[in-house]
């Protein structure tokens, strides 16, 4: 894997870049943390990517985007991996596809039913380029007027969402909505179509995420302690909300990444 980060100029909408390559004896089988990123993977091989989620698992070919999830995902890939990862933000999602993201939290969809031919246009282009960083100059180069086509988040999105970023996912539902000048019903409304979940669902999603990078960080605090200063009543809620959200226990996922952190 290699990882980079994008031009200033798509702060706001883009997260980071990384660039994928797997060459392994069997299908490889995992688990996804939930989280407030939103995934567009560019497929190089046409691998398919087979995602078990609410109800049955869903097979998407080649090229997708995975939404927001509120839950961990099991996932197969292809044996032969190829591709890019752009991690977006949930405005940057909005702005990109102009679709309600109710739509595709929790699911994971073909690229081309959000892109078009242009997302296959692009995947050629990236497949055919020299080298890593040839492609990642061509992401900052072509993202920028895709993102400014498409719809802008409201205002009072934007400003509950950065709030929301900046605390850590520790404000109130309430105070958000005063901040954005709305009231708590109307904010709920514009998330559910510009970021995809509710606000406290986020607020949660944020807490859990600043609680796994303190855990898994070299040297972290000791659960109770992150417990205590993401936001959480005690270590047994931590410990809750990480087998909801992660699928094991702060101490497996430390230890799991520790783990592969070793094999690198």
């Known amino acids: 894997m290699v990882a980079a980060r994008p031009a200033p100029v798509l702060r706001g909408h883009v997260a980071g870049y990384a660039g ?18 939103v995934t567009l993977f560019l497929d190089f091989a046409a691998s398919v990517r087979v995602v078990s989620g609410p109800g ?9 985007v995975t939404g927001l ?3 961990p995902v099991l ?7 190829r591709g890019m990862a752009v991690e977006l933000t949930p405005p940057g999602a909005y702005a990109l596809f102009g679709v309600p993201m109710r739509e595709l939290s929790n699911t994971t969809v073909d690229l081309a039913d959000l892109l078009g031919r242009r997302a296959e246009r692009l995947t050629g282009r990236l497949r055919d380029a020299p080298d890593w960083a040839t492609r990642f100059a061509l ?21 509950a969402w950065r709030l929301l970023r900046r605390t850590g996912g520790t404000v109130s539902v309430a105070t958000l909505a005063e901040e ?48 205590a200063v993401c ?9 809750r909300e990480f087998r909801g959200l992660a699928g094991r226990t702060p101490t497996a996922l430390r230890a799991e990444h520790a783990a592969a952190t070793t094999v690198r």
């Open 180 to 227: 954005a000048g709305v009231t708590r019903r109307c904010l709920e409304m514009r998330f559910a179509e510009q970021i995809g979940l509710p606000p406290k669902t986020i607020a949660r999603l944020l807490r859990f995420e600043r609680a796994a990078r303190l855990l898994t960080a070299p040297a972290g605090p000791p659960p109770a302690r992150i417990a």
């Open 231 to 239: 936001g959480y009543a005690d270590q047994a809620h931590l410990t």
């Open 75 to 81: 996932f197969e890939q292809h044996s032969r991996h």
């Open 69 to 71: 999830h509120d839950r």
């Open 20 to 37: 994928l390559r797997v060459d392994a004896d069997r299908p490889l089988r995992g688990r996804a943390v939930a989280g407030c990123g």
């Open 56 to 64: 049955r698992p869903l097979r998407v070919q080649a090229s997708h």
């Open 139 to 159: 992401l900052d180069s072509v993202l920028p007027a895709w993102f400014g086509a498409g719809p802008q988040p409201a205002p009072t999105v934007l400003r």
